[in-house]
Structures are given as structure tokens and as C-alpha cells.
């Protein structure tokens, strides 16, 4: 029963395997739609709440691809288009132009990656309903939180409430989308 | 994690909530004004003087200068590879040691990293001042010119600006992205608006979601594995500048390893300086422990060992090729004019760093702060001594000439000093200077090893 006035349930946690725990019971309960926040990436928690995006690595690939081929053609463009002979050697000469080929690949598959992640992550979003939770501040120093999202179909406020409460959570606290 | 067979390198007895504001309170609550302070103004006298004797250059020329035929590249590309090769140490120890797993790093990451980015920004500045007509470096790049002329992409000059201009992007974005964390951190400790208002902003929004941190994680290591191989690249091409022509002592095949075990060591450093000064002005001892004294030593040594073999190899690259040219280059570096600035670079390089060895000398803050000075004066002299020994005699007896740096020389190479340290300090005194969830994530492997029981 999801409602339209609420982000979900944060329940808080004092270290990482505690949380990681919990995210196991509460994915085997029967919650999809979880999500956590932590001060550090906290690994073990990634297979258990099923995250396995790899797109921002084909971002990079991909990247870093275009930025070996758009230097390559770049430099045999301009050797084409006003031909320097110097000294009778090769005017396309792709071990000179493979120094640039690397800087650009480097480049475009460390830009690519990087505005990827933020894209796909949806930032910059300075505003968002999990900071109108009143302990979560200490999601960047030292608690680990985990999320279940109104969007859950099995979410409700006081079910869900009593089953967070079963884990022995620091604290559960409903946030306000 | 990896480093098992070690007793931990932070106290386990600390927690996060004690780091991070320990941490988070140094740009909210900075303590050492005054320090700081005094620091900042010298350092600022020093970027007056580069402004002062930058505009005299435009306005003069480079004929201020000491360079001449036939040392016609002298100060602008020394300190230009003496500033870029320091700034490579700070990427290393970010990226390498990340992808190795080396769990020391942590503490060291940050502020090597910010060290990366204002070092390479001096060398950036040396090139453009060089050009004599600074306004004409957009010619540098490929745009479609009414000339219909393009650069020439077989020359290892152009290489460059593409090579360092990409070490500095990709710097910066490894640098923000490992820092966003740490901003969101300082925005949640923060209590004044106007902190709450920047750490805000710039932390983009942050909230530590775990669908965040999972991608973070993938964008964080893959732009380590791509800082790696940029940083070997980046001053092997450095190295091309001075290989690919045909001087005598420059010509030789040894020079990208040898340019790159040089830059790493003299980075290496200048990292242990900055370390020992921080931990001392911001009282970080326990998080900058003496145990990362002991790893820098190590490094230091072990770098500059591979720099000293450079020096044998470059002796035995001149004996071996016979030429008449090389064998009077060797003659000249050894006890020509300057023998000052070879023996002066085996004496701070090499002979200085001996007492590493020792662990109670790597232990030592001072003492380990005394050699790594003699570092960065030893890579400053040998840089000098590849660049003038090889060019003030080359091989027409009528064109050899002697090279001295001018006042001017002098003073926009204290002025980069300058434009290092402003910027520097402006950082640590708005950022958090040490990297905080990389640190708590340190402290977490270790609580974790410590609960089963070793």
C-alpha cells in the first residue's frame, strides 16, 4: 500500500554488518525497492541489495574509444589536409600520433565515466526527501542506514514499522517525501 | 584487508564519529590561524613576485633571461620537469596504492592529490611564460586558423600540451570525485550557513545512498586504473622532449623509465614534507601516524635506489655507444663547469638518503623531513644538470657558450613557489585535508580483523 506522502522507512544501524544483515532479512521478508546510507561504501552490502549497474564501466569503454578515434582522426585529418615533409618520413605516422591517441583516450574515458556516475546517479540534487530525516546527518559520520521505499509494494506504515523494529534498529523513523 | 601480516596502522580504539569531526572540524573550526596566517603572506609575497617578474618578462622578453645560444632552454623547462615530476607522486600514491589495496594510503591520498594539482600547475605555467608571446598558446591547438596552417602532431612539443593537459583534467576529476563524500560529511557537521551553503553546493547532494556508492565505486577505480598509465605516459613524453633529439646526452633510450623513477622520487618527497607539516600544524599524529613515516621512507629509498641506477645507466649508455660526442658529454656533467650539479645530485640523491636504511630514522619526523628536503634539491640539481651539461657544448667547438640564470631566472622560480603554496593553503584551510570515509573505511577493516581475533 504505498502512499504518495511518504519517502519510507529509515531504520539505523550502529555498524555495517548489523546493516548488512538486516538488508538480508528484509529482502528475504519479501522488500525490493531498498536502499541504504552509509559514511563509506560499505561492499558486502552491494549483492544483497542486488546492485550490479556496470554501465558507468561501458561509459568509460566506450569513452575512452571515442577518444581513440576521434585523436586519431583528428591528427591524420590535419596531415592530410596541409602535408608537412619532414625529412622524407611517413605523414601518417601513427607511432608519433599514438601519444596523443593515449592522452585522449585517457581523457575522454576518465570524463566520460565520471559525468556518467553523477548522471546516472541523479546529482547534483541538493534537495531530496532523505534529508528531512531528523538523524540523517549521521549517515556521513558514523550510522548506517537502511531504506525501505514507499514505492515497496508490500510497504506500510505500521507493518513495515514493526517488522524494522524485529531487526533492533538504533532507531526507525518514517521521513516525509 | 590485504595487509594482514601488519599490526594496524591506526589506532583501532578511535571511531568514525571521532574522525570525522576531528576532521570536518578543521575547515569549520580551523585552529591554527596564526600559523596559517603567516604561512599564507609569505607565500603571497612569493605569488607577488611571480606577478612582478611575469609582467616584466611580457614586457622585456625572454631575453631576461640567462638563456642563450647555445643554452637556449634553460630555467622554463627545468623547473617545468622538476615541478611536473613532483606532482606525479601524488597520483600514484592515490591510484596505484588504491588499486592495490594498500590501506596506508588513506591517509595520505588527499592532500597528495591537492599537491598533484598545484604542482602541475606551476610546471603548466613555465611553458606558456617560455613562448615569449604568452597570448599566442591557443596556436598550440588544432582550430581551423585563416592561415589554414594546423599544428604539427609528429613533434613531441605538441605532444605536450595534450599530454599535461589531460594529467591536469583527469587530476582534478579523480580529486573531486574521491572528495565528494567527504564534502557531504562537512555539510552534515557544519552549524553556520554560509559552511552549510558551501559544502553544500558542492557536495552536489551526496547522501551516501548505497546505489550511489555502488557506481562511485566503479567510476573511482576506473579512473585510478586510468590515472596509472597517464602518469608513466605523461612524463615518459616528457622525457621525449629531450630524447627524441639528437644532443648528446640526451639521446638515449633509458630516459622515460629513468624521467619517470625520477619524478615519482622526487614526488615521494615533497608528499613526506607536506605530511610532516600537516600532521604537525594540524596535530594528526593519530591518523598520520609514524608507521606512514616509516612506509614513506621506505618508498623514498626504494625510488631513489631506481633513480640511482638511472645514473650508472647513464654512464654506462655513454662508455658503451663509444661516441665521441657522448664520452665528451660524461666528461663534461662529471668535471666540466658544472660539475657542481652532478655531484651535487649523486651527494642529495643518493649519499643523504643512505641513513633510510635505519628504522628509527624513518621514524623520525625531522630527520625524514631533513632528507626529503635534500631530495627535492638533489632532483632540482640533476634536472639542471641534464638540461645545461648537455647543451653548453654540444658538438661544434664554435657554438659552445655558458649558461648562468639571471636574476629574473630566479625570481619567477621562487615566484612558482608561490603559486604552490597560495592555492595549497587556501585548500586546507576550506576542505577537509585528510580523505574522511577513506579513513573510516580503514578503521573498519581493522575493528572487523581485530573481532576475529587475528
Redesign the interface.
Known amino acids: 500500500m504505498a502512499n504518495e506522502d511518504v519517502y519510507g522507512f529509515l531504520a539505523e544501524f550502529e555498524t555495517?554488518?548489523a546493516l548488512v544483515e538486516a538488508a538480508k532479512k528484509t529482502r528475504a521478508k519479501g522488500y525490493r525497492d531498498l536502499?541504504?546510507?552509509?559514511?563509506?561504501?560499505?561492499?558486502d552490502?552491494?549483492p544483497v541489495?542486488r546492485?550490479?549497474?556496470?554501465?558507468?564501466?561501458w561509459l568509460?569503454l566506450y569513452g575512452g574509444l571515442f577518444g581513440c578515434a576521434f585523436a586519431f582522426a583528428?591528427?591524420i585529418f590535419?596531415?592530410y589536409?596541409?602535408p608537412?615533409n619532414?625529412g622524407g618520413?611517413p605523414l601518417y605516422?601513427l607511432s608519433?600520433?599514438a601519444?596523443?591517441a593515449?592522452?585522449?583516450t585517457?581523457?575522454f574515458?576518465?570524463?566520460a565515466?565520471?559525468v556518467?556516475?553523477?548522471a546516472?546517479?541523479g546529482?547534483?540534487?541538493?534537495?531530496?526527501p532523505?534529508?528531512n530525516a531528523a538523524r540523517?546527518?549521521?549517515?556521513?559520520?558514523?550510522r548506517f542506514f537502511l531504506c525501505v521505499l514507499a514505492t515497496d509494494p508490500r510497504f506500510d506504515a505500521q507493518e513495515t514499522r514493526d517488522f524494522l523494529r524485529t531487526l533492533k534498529p538504533a532507531s526507525v523513523e518514517l521521513v516525509p517525501s | 584487508m590485504s595487509n594482514a601480516d601488519t599490526h594496524p596502522i591506526l589506532s583501532p580504539r578511535q571511531s568514525y564519529a571521532d574522525v570525522t569531526e576531528q576532521l570536518a572540524a578543521i575547515p569549520l573550526h580551523f585552529p591554527t590561524r596564526r600559523t596559517w596566517l603567516i604561512l599564507l603572506i609569505a607565500s603571497s609575497l612569493l605569488l607577488g613576485l611571480l606577478f612582478v617578474s611575469a609582467t616584466v618578462l611580457f614586457a622585456t622578453g625572454v631575453g631576461i633571461w640567462g638563456l642563450d645560444i647555445p643554452v637556449n632552454w634553460a630555467f622554463a623547462i627545468h623547473n617545468y620537469v622538476w615541478w611536473l615530476g613532483i606532482g606525479h607522486a601524488g597520483t600514484l600514491i592515490s591510484a596505484l596504492l588504491l588499486l592495490l589495496g594498500r590501506d596506508w594510503r588513506n591517509s595520505l591520498n588527499r592532500f597528495a592529490e591537492t599537491m598533484t594539482l598545484f604542482a602541475v600547475t606551476c610546471a603548466r605555467i613555465y611553458p606558456i611564460l617560455h613562448l615569449g608571446r604568452p597570448w599566442f598558446v591557443y596556436w598550440m591547438f588544432p582550430y581551423p586558423a585563416t592561415m589554414e596552417v594546423w599544428p604539427q602532431f609528429r613533434s613531441p612539443l605538441e605532444w605536450d600540451i595534450w599530454a599535461v593537459l589531460t594529467y591536469l583534467t583527469v587530476s582534478v576529476v579523480f580529486w573531486y570525485i574521491g572528495l565528494i563524500p567527504d564534502l557531504a560529511a562537512a555539510r552534515d557537521r557544519a552549524r553556520r550557513r554560509g559552511w552549510q551553503v558551501f559544502f553544500g553546493v558542492l557536495s552536489l547532494g551526496w547522501r551516501g545512498s548505497a546505489v550511489h556508492w555502488q557506481r562511485w565505486h566503479q567510476a573511482y577505480r576506473l579512473l585510478a586504473a586510468l590515472a596509472v598509465p597517464l602518469v608513466v605516459s605523461v612524463h615518459s613524453e616528457v622525457s621525449l622532449l629531450f630524447a627524441s633529439g639528437t644532443i648528446p646526452g640526451w639521446h638515449s633510450t633509458i630516459f622515460p623509465p629513468y624521467f619517470v623513477l625520477g619524478a615519482a622520487f622526487s614526488g615521494f618527497a615533497v608528499v613526506a614534507m607536506i605530511a610532516i607539516g600537516l600532521r604537525r600544524l594540524f596535530h594528526l599524529q593519530n591518523l598520520v601516524t609514524d608507521d606512514h613515516l616509516d612506509v614513506l621512507g621506505k618508498v623514498l629509498l626504494a625510488t631513489g635506489l631506481m633513480t640511482a641506477y638511472g645514473y650508472v645507466f647513464e654512464v654506462f649508455d655513454a662508455l658503451y655507444s663509444g661516441d665521441a660526442h657522448e664520452l665528451q658529454t660524461l666528461t663534461d656533467r662529471v668535471f666540466g663547469q658544472y660539475w657542481w650539479s652532478y655531484w651535487g645530485a649523486i651527494f642529495f640523491n643518493f649519499v643523504v638518503l643512505q641513513p633510510l636504511w635505519f628504522r628509527s630514522v624513518r621514524r623520525s619526523p625531522w630527520l625524514l623531513f631533513g632528507i626529503s628536503t635534500s631530495v627535492a634539491i638533489g632532483m632540482w640539481l640533476e634536472r639542471y644538470m641534464i638540461l645545461v651539461t648537455s647543451l653548453y657544448r654540444d658538438f661544434l667547438v664554435s657554438s659552445w657558450g655558458i649558461y648562468h640564470a639571471t636574476f629574473w631566472d630566479w625570481a619567477i622560480y621562487a615566484g612558482t613557489i608561490g603559486l604552490f603554496f597560495v592555492p595549497f593553503l587556501l585548500i586546507i584551510r576550506l576542505l577537509p585535508v585528510i580523505s574522511i570515509f577513506e579513513v573510516k573505511e580503514v578503521l573498519h577493516d581493522e575493528k572487523k580483523e581485530l573481532a576475529h581475533g587475528q
Open positions: 555495517p554488518e536502499d541504504a546510507f552509509t559514511p563509506f561504501p560499505v561492499y552490502l552491494f541489495l546492485l550490479r549497474d556496470r554501465r558507468v564501466l568509460g583528428m591528427q590535419i596531415n589536409d596541409y608537412i619532414v618520413r605516422a608519433a600520433f601519444v596523443v593515449f592522452e585522449l585517457v581523457l574515458s576518465a570524463l565515466a565520471a556518467g556516475m553523477l546516472l546517479n546529482l547534483p540534487r541538493l534537495h531530496h532523505a534529508f540523517f546527518g549521521r549517515a556521513t559520520k558514523d
